[in-house]
């Protein structure tokens, strides 16, 4: 783990094996901690906290099965898992033997082999312009700060999208292009945002490949290597669906609001960008509490001296980039702030390295005022120890409570799927993980994420999924309604719900409303639809109050207004006029 230079040096040597053993034993001891608070919370089962993840199990398991791209066998392809790489890596544990609830011990390897390397690469690029002692502690922070280490245990690709992040930073620091380069390419491929920091890294890397001397310069054939990454997901996506754009990113961006209001729509990402550079800056969020305290404000005081200092005008301005690009994207996105920042993540994994060059700065100008650094250093370390402690317990909480409304919803409703319908039947269910993936039932995914078409009538609201529901004739529901919100109570209130078949809920208290990011409600069901007033829905005989009207008339043709199908077939196009007068 060391460098050329330091290869030479034994000493050097002993000591960067000394911390990468560090790095690797933290995230052993944080592995351990997580499986323990998960399988007590999951009551023995290897449980995740967030239903989406099983979305990316089922994408693995069909691709060890051989039908990449197959959610449900014998359906067309959908690209509901967002991000390429990560679920070709959870099959690999799928063809290993990891399969069904199993696979989640895999995934959390994963995560720590994640974890110890953000903690390494983090070190690395401390040591740029922070002592030694305070480098070392920054990986210590790194691996212990509870909302980062809840994801890269959370069975999501995050902890890989900032492992990938932090590689780019700490390779474009040492100058090395193919290392960066490389990082780039991982990052296009692990997430679709990522494309516009490899992008951003890729322009920074060419100006400087451009300015060095000849001999110095990089081949072109690695700055290519993240522009051929960035192509392969939509091009395959195209080839698979039909469509570039990933299921996933349709369902989830602001864009494809329904109508399509541009002043609404600019708004909604304005107000989204705003709030994550405010609570970027303060590290505090009004929901879930303390994040990173000061992360960006501490972060700058250690990037803005450091490019002065060293006359790296451009590694400061690629930082910025990142962090302006990055959460640029994910502003596009309704999503933007769910599961404790998922997204956003990656982008504040890069303030504990840079934080570290600015406490490094804020203790060098103590030492100008004559305060004793003997004192403050061991002080200030202290101090952020605590805090990072008293977070990373916090977070394990959060953990362990998310794992229990797995265990109290979609687990349980997966088993009765599983014990008590028939193996063919289809199931209309909201969240599409578990049901899938446990279940073994075959899904209409009414979100939209993993069923072709589906995310449009999401977007249509509660008239359009039911319209699609009805089409579909699913056997059966397993679904939000009242608590979810207006639109799924909606459709509570139909035939669509005619018979409960099971129930499940959480306590409706103050953690769930902060804490909670597993569950849509705090209650879900399986209902069996009654199709017999859908089955006369084209009658008009059977509409007593319009057939005074229809006297004489021949019916020649009928628009389902809210199936999109039909509106589509008939030029039907609904407006929101406002009447004038």
């Known amino acids: 783990m060391a460098t050329a230079a330091e290869s030479g040096n034994p000493g050097a040597v002993r000591r960067a094996l000394l911390i990468w053993g560090l790095c690797c034993g933290l995230a052993g001891v944080s592995l351990v901690i997580y499986s323990a608070a998960g399988l007590s919370a999951g009551a023995g089962a290897p449980l995740m906290p967030l239903d989406d993840v099983y979305i990316h199990f089922q994408y693995a398991h069909q691709i060890a099965a051989g039908q990449p791209y197959v959610y449900n066998p014998g359906l067309p392809p959908t690209s ?4 390429f790489l990560y679920p070709y890596l959870l099959a690999l544990g799928d063809w290993l033997g990891w399969r069904g609830l199993a696979l989640s011990w895999w995934a959390l390897g994963i995560g720590a082999l994640a974890l110890a390397g953000s903690a390494w690469l983090t070190y690395r690029s401390a040591q740029r312009a922070a002592p030694e002692w305070l480098a070392v502690l920054a990986a210590v922070i790194f691996a212990l700060t509870g909302p980062i280490t809840w994801h890269y245990f959370s069975g999501m690709e995050t902890g890989l999208v900032a492992l990938f992040v932090l590689l780019m930073l700490e390779r474009f620091l040492a100058d090395d292009a193919r290392g960066a380069a490389i990082g780039a390419a991982l990052l296009a491929l692990i997430r679709p945002e990522g494309g516009a920091l490899a992008l951003l890294t890729i322009a920074a890397l060419a100006l400087r490949h451009w300015r060095a001397p000849k001999g110095q310069r990089a081949p072109y054939l690695w700055l290519s290597l993240p522009l051929a990454a960035l192509a392969i997901q939509p091009l395959i996506n195209l080839i698979a669906t039909g469509s570039a754009v990933a299921s996933g990113s349709a369902a989830k961006s602001i864009f494809g609001m329904i109508p399509q209001d541009w002043m609404i729509i600019i708004a909604r990402v304005a107000a ?38 060293q006359r790296r005008l451009l590694v400061g301005l690629l930082v910025a980039a990142w962090l302006v690009a990055g959460t640029g994207a994910i502003a596009t996105l309704d ?34 005022i004559r305060l004793p650094q003997r004192v403050i250093g061991p002080v200030v370390g202290a101090a952020l120890l605590i805090v990072t402690l008293a977070g990373g317990a916090q977070f394990l909480s959060h953990y362990a409570l998310n794992v229990g409304y797995v265990a109290a919803q979609p687990l349980l409703m997966a088993e009765w799927l599983r014990a008590n319908t028939p193996a063919a039947a289809t199931v209309a269910v909201h969240d599409v993980g578990m049901m899938r993936y446990h279940g073994g039932r075959t899904t209409l995914d009414i979100v939209g994420l993993t069923t072709p078409g589906a995310a449009e009538s999401w977007r249509h609201g509660p ?21 979810h919100g207006f639109g799924l109570g909606q459709l509570e209130d139909t035939d ?12 409706a208290d103050a953690r769930f409303d902060r804490f909670n990011v597993a569950l849509a409600a705090t209650m879900q069901g399986i209902y069996r639809p ?14 007593p109050r319009l057939t005074p009207y229809l006297d004489g008339l021949t019916l020649v043709d009928q628009v389902d207004v809210a199936d999109l199908v039909s509106e589509r077939a008939h030029d039907y196009l609904w407006r929101d006029a406002v009447g004038g007068g």
């Open 80 to 83: 509901g898992a967002t991000s």
């Open 272 to 309: 989204n960008f705003a709030r994550m550079w405010a609570e970027f800056a303060t590290g505090y969020s009004p929901r879930e509490g303390g994040y990173l305290p000061l992360g960006l404000i501490i972060a700058a005081i250690g990037l803005i001296p450091y490019v002065i200092r």
């Open 335 to 368: 999503t933007a702030f769910w599961h404790f920042k998922r997204y956003q993540l990656p982008l504040m994994a890069l303030f504990v390295p840079l934080g570290a060059w600015g406490m490094a700065w804020l203790l060098a100008q103590a030492t100008r």
């Open 463 to 483: 008239g359009a999924v039911a319209e699609l529901i009805e089409r579909a004739r699913p056997a059966y529901i397993a679904a939000y309604g009242h608590g």
């Open 496 to 507: 669509l719900y005619a018979e409960t078949l099971a129930h499940y809920s959480v306590a």
């Open 530 to 543: 009654d199709w017999a007033a859908a089955n006369r829905g084209h009658d008009v005989v059977a509409l």
